[in-house]
């Protein structure tokens, strides 16, 4: 029987840790990836524009039916016009402590906050529950003599001393005709169940005035009270109305305080002349003069003041208002001034941001692991509405103007880069700000006349000639592959008339060409 071969064993290495007990190996955990909704990051909390979004609750703060501005100090007065609102309280109490007739006249132009300070006395003020803090609770409140009456408020002086009142705002621009006042007043007054009367002159609403006198005070507060005059029917009438209710806020024989509001500074002397056959009956005028830049900056600080956030760059907001101080110092113009540059911000960044997104090709990769890193979208908006904003709404309300007129408002330096910036779209039609800047840098060393300037002074000029409704500015897409957004400048006048004011000027004629 043959030997079967047998397989020699290999000698087996031990090392020093083959006698110390294996340790089980781990079970292999993969690691588990959280998906999250994607927000990309062009479209921060900030940007968001539904109806918690900052930008809609800016534009509601600057509409004109919302309240001005808020309060100067606890006594009602509005910002910048203590003085008015102490003068015409004094009047107020005057007239109503000592229950006799009297007329004011309240001037000033348009949007210098005649009606809001009016309105806001009117709210403050007259108190259809007494709110005198020198009564007791325990104290009943005291009751109207005539409780047939409408509008019947409490007036407290200056002591504590309650006075009936009936207080009414009437705004003139509703009357089809000026006699229809005497009417429009009673009807205000007159207790639903009592009867109807005519009042078709100053003496009907007289008869219905005296049995009240020295009970209860009548207040009547017109608003554009000058447009009486621009009715339709002849001027003799219309100034007959305006006289006889002057006339009755200075008969002894009724409680009748009339407050005009207007934006015509000669109507006193106009229209109230006539009464100057005695100075008595002539009434007494507030002029409300126009805001100053300074003003209007505090008064829209302090209006935006309530928000989480201010949108807009204060040099911004300080820019706006000397431009509106130094036309009209309107302070309503200056609102929409500021809303119109939220909704060009909203506007732009609405495309830019659709844009961004389509770029990306979001519908593709929904999902993103929340803990891998994001990459940074093209775009990236700015924080607050600046200057250039601002420039455009004021570019819009300056095109009706030539070009000629445009043109002969800037400086040599200003029409300097208006030219530059001209010759660099002739080259490239396409042109961004800093083209034309390496334009302008590249023209201006070829000569000796001016030294070139900075490329943030080149902005600030260009931000200028937008403001001039020279040339407009737009944020557009970069050509190309790379995703990124420059700003496209462009130049918006007549070439005609350009060449013929810039040829006028022998310095310039180099830049021209």
């Known amino acids: 029987m043959s030997a079967i071969p047998v397989t020699p064993t290999k000698r087996i290495?031990?090392?020093?840790?083959?006698?110390?007990?294996?340790?089980p190996p781990r079970p292999l955990k993969r690691k588990k990836l959280n998906f999250t909704a994607f927000t990309p990051e062009s479209s921060p909390e900030k940007l968001e524009f539904g109806p918690k979004s900052v930008f809609l609750r800016t534009k509601a703060l600057l509409q004109k039916s919302s309240e001005l501005v808020t309060l100067n100090s606890n006594d009602g007065a509005l910002p910048a016009r203590s003085k008015e609102y102490r003068q015409v309280m004094d009047f107020l109490v005057e007239s109503i402590s000592g229950q006799k007739s009297d007329s004011l006249y309240i001037t000033g132009p348009p949007g210098t906050g005649k009606t809001a300070q009016l309105d806001m006395i009117i709210r403050q003020k007259f108190q259809v529950l007494p709110l005198s803090t020198s009564m007791e609770r325990s104290q009943q409140p005291p009751r109207h003599t005539n409780?047939?009456?409408?509008?019947?408020?409490?007036?407290?002086?200056?002591?504590g001393r309650?006075?009936?009142?009936?207080?009414?705002?009437?705004?003139?621009?509703?009357?089809?005709?000026?006699?229809?006042?005497?009417?429009?007043?009673?009807?205000?007054f007159q207790d639903l169940n009592g009867p109807t009367l005519q009042?078709?002159?100053?003496?009907?609403?007289?008869?219905?005035?005296?049995?009240y006198h020295k009970k209860t005070t009548f207040v009547v507060m017109l608003d554009e009270m000058d447009r009486l005059l621009h009715a339709n029917t002849n001027e003799t009438q219309s100034v007959r109305t305006i006289l006889e209710l002057f006339l009755l806020a200075k008969l002894p024989t009724v409680s009748f305080v009339l407050i005009g509001m207007a934006n015509s500074l000669d109507m006193k002397d106009r229209f109230l002349s006539r009464l100057n056959l005695n100075r008595g009956l002539l009434p007494k005028t507030i002029v409300f003069q126009p805001y100053t830049a300074e003003q209007m900056y505090e008064i829209v600080i302090q209006k935006l003041s309530s928000l989480p956030t201010i949108i807009f760059q204060p040099m911004a907001i300080k820019f706006a208002a000397k431009k509106c101080a130094g036309n009209t110092g309107d302070l309503r113009k200056l609102f929409d001034v500021l809303r119109g540059s939220i909704e060009i911000y909203e506007l732009e960044n609405r495309l830019l941001l659709s844009s961004a997104s389509k770029s990306a090709n979001f519908p593709q990769t929904p999902?993103?692991?929340?803990?891998?890193p994001v990459k940074q979208s093209p775009f990236q908006p700015q924080g607050k509405i600046g200057?250039?904003?601002?420039?455009?709404?004021f570019s819009?309300?300056?095109?009706?103007?030539?070009?000629?007129?445009?043109i002969s408002k800037l400086n040599i330096q200003q029409k300097l880069i208006l030219c530059t910036v001209i010759q660099s779209l002739k080259v490239n039609s396409d042109a961004t700000i800093d083209e034309s800047f390496d334009h302008y840098i590249k023209a201006i060393t070829k000569t000796d006349t001016l030294a070139p300037l900075q490329r943030n002074e080149f902005l600030e000029i260009c931000t200028i000639l937008e403001t001039c409704g020279l040339v407009s500015i737009k944020k557009t897409k970069c050509k190309g592959k790379t995703k990124r957004f420059v700003d496209k400048i462009d130049v918006d006048l007549d070439m005609r008339e350009f060449y013929d004011e810039m040829t006028k000027i022998t310095i310039l004629k180099p830049f021209l060409h």
Not at 147 to 159: A, D, I, K, T, V
Not at 367 to 372: K, M, N, V
Request: net charge positive; proline share 7%.
């Open 13 to 23: 290495r031990r090392n020093l840790f083959d006698d110390a007990p294996a340790t």
């Open 147 to 159: 409780p047939r009456l409408q509008n019947l408020s409490w007036f407290e002086l200056p002591g």
């Open 162 to 188: 309650l006075e009936s009142v009936a207080v009414t705002s009437i705004n003139c621009i509703s009357l089809s005709e000026p006699s229809s006042i005497f009417q429009k007043i009673f009807d205000s």
């Open 199 to 211: 009042m078709k002159n100053m003496h009907h609403l007289q008869r219905f005035l005296e049995p």
């Open 367 to 372: 999902l993103t692991p929340a803990s891998s």
């Open 387 to 393: 200057l250039n904003y601002i420039a455009k709404v």
């Open 396 to 406: 819009k309300f300056m095109n009706n103007n030539s070009t000629r007129t445009k």
